[in-house]
């Protein structure tokens, strides 16, 4: 007694089957696509379920016109059952997923986190402008200041050199006059006239290294180290055999520093504080005790004399060009501002130990050595 046989409930009932049923099946089909063309969808698993439901339910209204002629009802039970599995499944899987999907920003707060990160962008971007055009400015500044500084070095060599040469021919004519008025004196008679005048030709060359000296610091000014490994206990042998081979020296070294510089100019720096402990010596035996070790700055070595050391009003001052700490010792008041120099053209320093007693040590700290790969230069 299907819809009691009558012709208007009977096309009411399998035209809306056909309908809903062909709906059903389209919508898989959207759905399908949509996860094909956006890999990138969440929630994919959840898709492929909720498809199959769908399609299940389209193949049971289908199914439903097939029994208004035919009674198939078990197997319209089973469809029905099958379609009621993965309704529950997917309202199961469904339901926790609700609040990350309420989660999920909407496209208008996407637009906006959008627009956000553009201005973000332009703002950045305008920010890297700004820097890069400061930057260039910085540079060509330090380029107008470096030529300016180099023109300014340039003309005080220059400066230093004319000048040189010209203090240097009267220091010489000075000389020369006082040993031809030396000559033409009477030694037994003017004795006191002959005293004076070997004071002006000892002044006259004490004048003439003073200018060699300056000469000399004028261009360890511009001077840049060598970065050669260089041994320090031969480096003073070698100093001490050459020029102080008289001298009641002891030297003590422990250890082997090697120090990464320019080995003319260590020459020099350890030179002159052996010049500095010879000059101011005030006992019979003169010991040199050199030391070293590793800090966190880099290589310190330790040089120590056993003189009467330097007064704590002067360790500073030491290191300045023209500042002697003693009048009645012999010298141009330069040795340790080249030490002081030739620290500085390798990157380190130097002070006097304002804890040792024995006489004066000096604290020299070198940069960390760098390793040298074999194509890289040494200089």
């Known amino acids: 007694m299907c819809y009691l046989w009558r012709l208007d409930i009977l096309i009411m009932h399998v035209m809306a089957d056909v309908l809903i049923g062909l709906s059903y099946l389209s919508i898989p089909v959207v759905i399908w696509w949509i996860s094909v063309k956006r890999p990138d969808i969440l929630f994919r698993p959840v898709a492929y379920l909720f498809i199959l439901f769908i399609i299940l339910c389209g193949v049971t209204h289908l199914f439903s016109i097939y029994t208004v002629w035919t009674p198939a009802y078990f197997i319209e039970g089973g469809l029905k059952l099958a379609t009621a599995i993965v309704s529950v499944a997917t309202a199961v899987v469904l339901w926790p997923l609700l609040p990350k999907a309420l989660a999920m920003p909407s496209s208008e707060q996407l637009a906006q986190s959008n627009k956000s990160l553009q201005d973000e962008v332009l703002l950045r971007t305008g920010a890297e402008r700004q820097l890069k055009q400061l930057t260039n400015s910085l540079e060509r500044q330090v380029q107008r200041r470096t ?107 422990e250890g082997e520093p090697l120090v990464q510089g320019d080995e003319t100019l260590l020459a020099h720096l350890f030179r002159n504080l052996i010049d500095n402990a010879v000059k101011y010596a005030d006992t019979p035996q003169i010991i040199l005790t050199v030391d070293s070790h590793d800090s966190a700055q880099g290589l310190v070595i330790r040089f120590a004399d ?63 050595i760098k390793e040298l790969s074999d194509d890289e230069p040494d200089h």
């Open 147 to 253: 030529s300016e500084l180099e023109r300014s070095n340039g003309t005080l060599r220059d400066f230093a050199a004319g000048a040189s040469h010209d203090l240097k021919a009267p220091a010489r004519q000075i000389s020369l006059l006082a040993d031809l008025a030396q000559r033409e004196l009477d030694d037994t008679a003017n004795e006191k006239a002959v005293g004076y005048l070997k004071d002006v030709k000892s002044k006259s060359r004490d004048m003439l290294v003073l200018i060699d000296t300056l000469l000399s610091y004028s261009d360890l000014v511009e001077t840049k180290a060598a970065a050669n490994a260089t041994a320090i206990k031969p480096m003073l042998e070698a100093l001490l055999h050459d020029y102080y081979p008289e001298a009641p020296i002891s030297l003590r070294i």
């Open 306 to 368: 056993n003189g009467p050391g330097i007064p704590e009003t002067q360790r500073t001052g030491v290191f300045k060009m023209m500042q002697r700490y003693r009048s009645d010792v012999p010298g141009s008041g330069v040795g340790l501002a080249f030490c002081a120099r030739i620290m500085e053209a390798h990157d380190g320093t130097i002070l006097v130990d304002p804890d040792y007693e024995d006489g004066a040590r000096f604290i020299l700290t070198f940069p960390v």
